[in-house]
């Protein structure tokens, strides 16, 4: 029986090893991303969710003393709804809210790994981020015109809105999404809380404010003036909010699963109905007690006066 030469017999052999030994890679990969999603949501593993601070209906955060004497932040509103629809069944028990107050810190906390999951962000063109979000975006607040009552029309287009003084919340970047398409002789202001904003416009320091629909019905409700306000329903622009995940903690195991997920529910009118009415009754319980909102007396500032026209051989301005 003729041997086969060194250089054919050891790369069958290499071969031979190598087939054999693919099992047990792949035996080992499994099972250390078994114990990833194990460990996603249990013990030191705790799910990160960030949330912004202030952004009724979408999130809120409220303060509650633990069993264990510590006290944490509780997240409310429509993104939390969605995130516990997200992860029912899952291993994932343990959570902590990190409440923020902007989109930017967001995403920083997505790239700096300390947080596993962001709600109620908007895309951004970030290849280092790009990644993580979840599509098709899974809650959107179309922003509307929204006048005092008797002074309300239907506007379906921006260019209606000319020569008008707009308000509008700080967090809806509306002066963004409406940065080269503002009427000629309009005016933008923007204010940090829908209480300066409604407070604005119903004293007659802003002739209409563009605001998200869902946080006008929310808010409105809450200082008792839904009655005392018109809603254009026409949105002018839709922007959208998604959810972003990290990629190398542990609870990134889900983020495939997450993906397929959050499309199901996204699509789900049924369910996003349901979660919008629990949503609005949670709210409407927790501000029963609020009183109707006060509305500032506003006086207009007066224009300046012309300067007077200076007489014939009048020195207005004589040398000393």
Same mark, same amino acid.
């Given at each position: 029986?003729?041997?086969?030469?060194?250089?054919?017999?050891?790369?069958?052999?290499?071969?031979?090893?190598? @087939?054999?030994?693919?099992? +047990?890679? +792949?035996?080992?990969?499994?099972? @250390?991303?078994?114990?990833? /999603? *194990?460990?996603?949501?249990?013990?030191?593993?705790?799910?990160?969710?960030? @949330?912004? =601070?202030?952004?009724?209906?979408?999130?809120?955060?409220?303060? /509650?003393?633990? =069993?264990?004497?510590?006290?944490?932040?509780?997240? #409310?509103?429509?993104?939390?709804?969605?995130?516990?629809?997200?992860? &029912?069944?899952?291993?994932?028990? /343990?959570?902590?809210?990190? @409440?923020?107050?902007?989109?930017?810190?967001? #995403?920083?906390?997505?790239?700096? &790994?300390?947080?596993?999951? +962001?709600?109620?962000?908007?895309?951004? $063109?970030? !290849?280092?981020?790009?990644?993580?979000?979840?599509?098709?975006? %899974?809650?959107?607040?179309?922003?509307?015109?929204?006048?005092?009552?008797?002074?309300?029309?239907?506007?379906?287009?921006?260019?209606?809105? /000319?020569?008008?003084?707009?308000?509008?919340?700080?967090?809806?970047?509306?002066?963004?999404?409406?940065? %080269?398409?503002?009427?000629?002789?309009?005016?933008?202001?923007?204010?940090?809380?829908?209480?300066?904003?409604?407070? *604005?416009?119903?004293?007659?320091?802003?002739?209409?404010?563009?605001?998200?629909?869902?946080?006008?019905?929310?808010?409105?409700?809450?200082? =008792?003036?839904?009655? *005392?306000?018109?809603?254009?329903?026409?949105?002018?622009?839709?922007?959208?909010?998604?959810?972003?995940?990290?990629?190398?903690?542990?609870?990134?195991?889900?983020?495939?699963?997450?993906?397929?997920?959050?499309?199901?529910?996204?699509?789900?009118?049924?369910?996003?109905?349901?979660?919008?009415?629990?949503?609005?009754?949670?709210?409407?319980?927790?501000?029963?007690?609020?009183?109707?909102?006060?509305?500032?007396? %506003?006086?207009?500032? !007066?224009?300046? &006066?012309?300067?007077?026209?200076?007489?014939?051989?009048?020195?207005? $301005?004589?040398?000393?």
């Amino acid at each position: 029986m003729n041997k086969l030469p060194f250089s054919i017999f050891f790369p069958i052999v290499f071969l031979f090893i190598f @087939a054999f030994s693919l099992p +047990a890679f +792949a035996k080992d990969e499994e099972k @250390a991303l078994r114990m990833k /999603r *194990d460990q996603c949501g249990q013990g030191n593993f705790t799910f990160q969710i960030a @949330a912004l =601070k202030d952004n009724v209906p979408f999130s809120w955060i409220t303060k /509650r003393r633990d =069993k264990d004497g510590e006290i944490r932040n509780q997240l #409310h509103g429509l993104d939390f709804e969605f995130v516990m629809k997200l992860i &029912e069944g899952t291993s994932i028990k /343990r959570i902590r809210i990190i @409440a923020v107050d902007s989109q930017e810190e967001l #995403h920083s906390l997505v790239l700096a &790994e300390k947080a596993d999951i +962001a709600v109620g962000t908007a895309y951004v $063109n970030n !290849k280092s981020l790009s990644k993580g979000f979840l599509y098709p975006s %899974y809650m959107g607040n179309p922003i509307v015109a929204v006048f005092a009552k008797g002074k309300g029309r239907v506007i379906t287009d921006i260019n209606q809105l /000319r020569d008008m003084k707009i308000v509008s919340l700080k967090r809806d970047n509306v002066d963004e999404l409406f940065k %080269y398409t503002l009427p000629t002789g309009s005016s933008l202001s923007t204010v940090p809380d829908t209480k300066t904003l409604f407070q *604005d416009l119903l004293s007659g320091k802003a002739d209409v404010a563009l605001i998200g629909l869902y946080t006008a019905t929310a808010d409105s409700n809450k200082y =008792k003036i839904k009655e *005392d306000l018109y809603f254009s329903q026409t949105p002018l622009r839709y922007p959208r909010f998604f959810l972003l995940m990290t990629q190398s903690r542990n609870c990134s195991v889900y983020l495939d699963e997450f993906k397929e997920k959050a499309k199901a529910l996204s699509q789900d009118q049924a369910f996003l109905g349901e979660m919008l009415a629990k949503v609005y009754k949670e709210l409407a319980e927790a501000n029963q007690d609020e009183p109707k909102l006060e509305i500032p007396l %506003y006086v207009p500032p !007066k224009e300046a &006066e012309p300067e007077a026209e200076p007489k014939d051989n009048q020195v207005t $301005n004589p040398e000393k």
